[in-house]
């Protein structure tokens, strides 16, 4: 069994489409942001900056998330479990969008035959 053409095909899914190709784009904007923001940028208070990945990642990351709160229990998950997980909904994310886009379009070899002046040219060829 060969694993690489169903990595080529899930890869294909999740960045050879212009939807999950403008989603990623959405999350890794979103990143910046609240990276720049936490670095760069001096608050009284707390700033909400990151909550924009985290909406923008739902619904896959929450369920990430209690199951970090269930592994690591009352010390709760480390910062990189929670940076990774938003990383894995993201990837989630572009994966299903691919999946819905590549249904909305159709498959081009699932096209059914071609008649041109009353040949089938599936079978027959251009005559």
């Known amino acids: 069994m060969n694993v690489t053409p169903r990595l080529r095909g899930a890869a294909r899914l999740v ?3 212009p939807v999950s190709l403008v989603y990623l784009a959405l999350v ?5 942001f609240a990276v ?3 670095a760069f940028v001096q608050h009284a208070d707390a700033s909400f900056s990151g909550v924009w990945v985290a ?3 739902a619904p ?6 209690l199951a970090g709160d269930a592994l690591w229990g009352e010390a709760g998950s480390p910062q990189w479990y929670l940076i990774l997980t938003l990383a ?7 994966l299903l969008l691919g999946l819905v886009h590549r249904a909305l379009r159709g498959r081009p070899g ?6 041109s002046g009353g040949w089938h040219t599936q079978r027959h060829g251009e005559h």
């Open 15 to 17: 960045f050879g489409n």
């Open 88 to 94: 894995v909904a993201a990837l989630v994310n572009a």
């Open 110 to 115: 699932a096209r059914g035959a071609v008649v």
């Open 60 to 65: 896959t990351v929450f369920p990430l998330w």
């Open 55 to 57: 909406l923008l990642t």
């Open 36 to 38: 720049v923001d936490l």
């Open 28 to 32: 890794l904007a979103a990143a910046l």
